[in-house]
């Protein structure tokens, strides 16, 4: 099941069942299923719940056969996926030539980092450039979404607690993660990935969510990424999932030793080669941009990189 997350006419946050020829609203899978779906919200609230999965698949089939008119999911407005998750955890480093390219050794375990829901933005909003970079980069990745709690679970079992999965932007600012190529003469870095990763925009998360029976990770997913700057489709990253070093289900298991997972948490499992920083000369974002990232069965994402000042976002 894909299920597609937007806001309704009153700005609130509504759940519909994409399918070939359309969407199922939200209002008319109310209006087919057996109890209210009111407060439903975004999928990943649905996904937590296999009870509420299976009456929303069933909905969507009864409101198709009833004939309802299905909606274009372009005229509405989108939300991202997921938009409160409690963890966000990013893995580093979970492609071999993304390593290659950084001139990293593969690593014998996954390397972890945290994002929070501040960074979280949906399709089409803008990307902000904060004062003190000069080098936002991008990270096309799969997000994998868990459902059920999950605490020291085998990869095995791992399978059956994730609810689906979204494509992901993982924005980072190289300079503050401490990137040679993205250093100016005596500059550092941060010396950890906090604010380079975590500062608000840096997530843009597309508004589907696909359920795991959709998709087969085993055969491979295809990811890339495009900078489109003065009208030109710049090509950067071009990958796909069969090459994670460290598959899902295993993700998955070795977070959850020493991490409880939560119904709603987001795991982004890594980008492949091809990002800005590790180009001669590199390419960083620049206000004016907007970049795409699009992983095959799922969707893209397509946001515009802003400065600081032109931030959209009213202050405090």
Same mark, same amino acid.
């Given at each position: ?10 700005? %609130? ?31 990943? +609230? ?71 829901? &501040? ?24 997000? @994998?979404?868990?459902?059920?709690? +999950?605490?020291?679970? +085998? ?7 994730? @609810?689906?999965?979204?494509?992901? &932007?993982?924005?980072? @600012? ?44 085993? @055969?491979?997913?295809?990811?890339? %990424? ?14 796909? +999932? ?60 397509? &946001? ?13």
């Amino acid at each position: 099941m894909r299920l597609f997350s937007y806001a309704d006419k009153y700005g %609130s946050a509504r759940t519909g069942v994409l399918t070939d020829d359309g969407l199922v609203s939200g209002n008319q899978l109310e209006r087919y299923a057996r109890f209210p779906l009111l407060t439903l919200g975004d999928p990943g +609230t649905v996904a937590i719940n296999e009870g509420m999965r299976t009456e929303l698949a069933k909905a969507s089939a009864r409101a198709r056969k009833a004939g309802v008119k299905l909606r274009n999911p372009a005229t509405r407005y989108a939300l991202p996926a997921v938009f409160a998750p409690e963890k966000i955890i990013g893995i580093g480093l979970n492609y071999a030539d993304h390593a290659k390219e950084g001139g990293r050794e593969v690593p014998k375990r996954p390397l972890m980092f945290a994002k929070f829901a &501040n960074a979280i933005i949906a399709d089409g909003e803008s990307i902000v450039q904060p004062p003190g970079t000069e080098a936002l980069d991008l990270e096309v990745e799969l997000g @994998a979404v868990i459902g059920r709690r +999950t605490r020291r679970v +085998t990869p095995e079992q791992a399978s059956a607690r994730i @609810a689906g999965y979204v494509v992901v &932007n993982d924005v980072s @600012a190289r300079d503050w993660q401490g990137n040679v190529a993205a250093l100016a003469e005596g500059q550092r870095g941060d010396g950890q990935w906090l604010r380079a990763k975590g500062s608000d925009t840096f997530l843009p998360v597309g508004p589907v969510m696909v359920t795991p029976d959709e998709l087969d990770l085993a @055969a491979g997913l295809r990811l890339r %990424s495009w900078i489109i700057r003065d009208g030109e489709e710049i090509l950067m990253q071009d990958g796909n +999932t069969h090459d994670l070093l460290f598959d899902v289900p295993t993700l998955v298991s070795l977070v959850s030793q020493e991490i409880t997972l939560e119904p709603g948490d987001l795991i982004i499992t890594g980008t492949p080669a091809g990002v800005g920083v590790f180009r001669d000369p590199p390419v960083f974002l620049r206000p004016g941009d907007r970049v795409r990232c699009e992983v095959e069965g799922i969707g893209s994402i397509e &946001n515009p990189i802003v400065d600081w000042t032109g931030d959209p976002r009213a202050g405090i």
